[in-house]
């Protein structure tokens, strides 16, 4: 028996194949983690890359995963078959829209300029108050090491104010994603607009 859902855990990462085994083990072990935690997935409901290895985490460990896809994805076969709860938008900003609506956490694993995208996105929207979910930061094998820095540029410089570091919390590896989800303090952050 299945126990019952904490909350949504969105996760936006890659939906790339190319890419170095250890990024797609860590979205694995995230998803089997997820699951065991009691946290229902929701991504982007792509088959490859780091979107399906982070569904089958959750599926395998006998999570719950909720894909949410536009349809023009689905047209051309990009929907993950595992998923039975899918979720079919009409375009991109619709997908974004639903996805930050269900979520309770989000956490982002590496990604392209469309994993960029939602994660900036969801900062700013926090940033502005428009979202108080806990954004973690998955920084597998240092990945997200070049975009850390360029903020605290931005802060250093002066185009974001120093309490703007509280937007976003890093993890290393998917456990410590999992135990700052868990920590109560990562959903506090007082936007001063």
Same mark, same amino acid.
């Given at each position: 028996?299945?126990?019952?859902?904490? %909350?949504?855990?969105?996760?936006?990462?890659?939906?790339?194949?190319?890419? /170095?085994?250890?990024?797609? +083990?860590?979205?694995? @072990?995230?998803?089997?983690?997820?699951?065991?935690?009691?946290?229902?997935?929701?991504? $982007? %409901? $792509?088959?490859?890359? !780091?979107?399906?290895?982070? #569904?089958?985490?959750?599926? /395998? *460990?006998? %999570? +719950?995963?909720? %894909?949410?896809?536009?349809?023009?994805?689905?047209?051309?076969?990009?929907?993950? /078959?595992?998923?039975?709860?899918?979720?079919?938008?009409?375009?991109?900003?619709?997908?974004?829209?639903?996805?930050?609506?269900?979520? /309770?956490?989000?956490?982002?694993?590496?990604?392209?300029? $469309?994993?960029?995208?939602?994660?900036? &996105? #969801?900062?700013?929207?926090?940033?502005?108050?428009?979202?108080?979910?806990?954004?973690?930061? !998955?920084?597998?094998?240092?990945?997200? @090491?070049?975009? !850390?820095?360029?903020?605290? =540029?931005?802060?250093? +410089?002066?185009?974001?104010?120093?309490? =703007?570091?509280?937007?976003?919390?890093?993890?290393?590896?998917?456990?410590? *994603?999992?135990?700052?989800?868990?920590? $109560?303090?990562?959903? +506090?952050? &007082?936007?001063?607009?």
């Amino acid at each position: 028996m299945k126990q019952e859902t904490r %909350g949504n855990v969105c996760v936006f990462c890659a939906s790339s194949a190319n890419i /170095d085994a250890s990024y797609l +083990e860590a979205a694995r @072990d995230l998803g089997a983690l997820l699951a065991r935690g009691g946290w229902r997935c929701v991504n $982007g %409901g $792509g088959a490859v890359g !780091l979107m399906g290895a982070v #569904t089958d985490g959750a599926l /395998d *460990a006998d %999570g +719950e995963v909720t %894909g949410v896809i536009p349809k023009f994805m689905v047209d051309n076969g990009w929907c993950y /078959d595992r998923l039975e709860d899918v979720i079919i938008t009409a375009d991109m900003h619709q997908r974004k829209q639903m996805m930050s609506e269900m979520a /309770d956490a989000v956490i982002a694993l590496p990604g392209g300029v $469309g994993t960029f995208e939602e994660l900036l &996105e #969801t900062l700013t929207w926090r940033q502005l108050g428009l979202v108080k979910v806990p954004v973690i930061i !998955l920084n597998t094998m240092g990945y997200y @090491d070049s975009l !850390l820095a360029m903020l605290r =540029h931005a802060i250093n +410089e002066g185009f974001m104010k120093p309490s =703007h570091a509280r937007l976003w919390q890093v993890a290393a590896t998917p456990q410590q *994603a999992i135990d700052l989800l868990d920590d $109560g303090d990562t959903v +506090e952050f &007082e936007s001063k607009y």
